[in-house]
């Protein structure tokens, strides 16, 4: 090394752990069932940044369903071992449905649908299974015999194949 020069910094490189998903569902999913809710998702970053979006099998998510649920995580998981940042939050009202259970949780209800091929409805769901759903909507169409439009109801079935997106409607009254 050439007389006065500086040396190059040393980097202390931190070994870290990806957390699992897998490992994660395993550690808290008696936690989630004992307190009547489910996972949706979970997102873990390249940085170990986890967040769980968890539901409410009846109702909803309460502040405390969160915070317990996070209390628990991090028994189960050691934070300097495992070197992760945690949130644990609620499907927000406006977030497309993801797993069967929020689309059985919502029949009954009114709820935005965006078919592919870019067609939008605003329908009761009636019907929900792992391999589609089941609408009621009315929509105004020309019928046979007459001049104007008319409402008109339809029950109709769209396979998962060519729905895009389902997610609660939200109505501001």
């Known amino acids: 090394m050439v007389q006065g ?15 699992n998903v897998t490992n994660i569902i395993d550690a ?25 979006v968890i539901d409410s099998e009846n109702g909803i998510v309460e502040l405390d369903d969160c915070v317990e649920i996070s209390r628990f995580f991090e028994t189960c998981f050691d934070r300097e071992k495992e070197d992760y940042s945690l ?37 009761t769901l009636t ?10 909507y009315s929509q105004r169409e020309t019928v046979e015999g007459s001049k104007k439009k008319q409402v008109v109801e339809h029950i109709d079935r769209f396979e998962m194949d060519n729905v895009n997106s389902v997610r609660p409607h939200i109505k501001f009254e």
């Open 5 to 19: 020069a500086r040396r190059p910094p040393y980097f202390i490189l931190l070994t870290s752990t990806l957390m």
């Open 28 to 52: 808290i999913q008696e936690q989630i069932v004992a307190r009547n809710l489910y996972i949706i998702e979970i997102k873990i970053s390249k940085d170990n940044d986890v967040e769980i």
């Open 87 to 123: 949130t644990v939050t609620s499907a927000g009202l406006d977030q497309p449905f993801k797993v069967l259970k929020q689309f059985v949780k919502a029949i009954g209800s009114e709820v935005e649908v965006a078919l592919k091929g870019g067609k939008k409805l605003i329908a």
């Open 127 to 136: 019907a929900a299974d792992e391999n589609g759903i089941e609408l009621k």
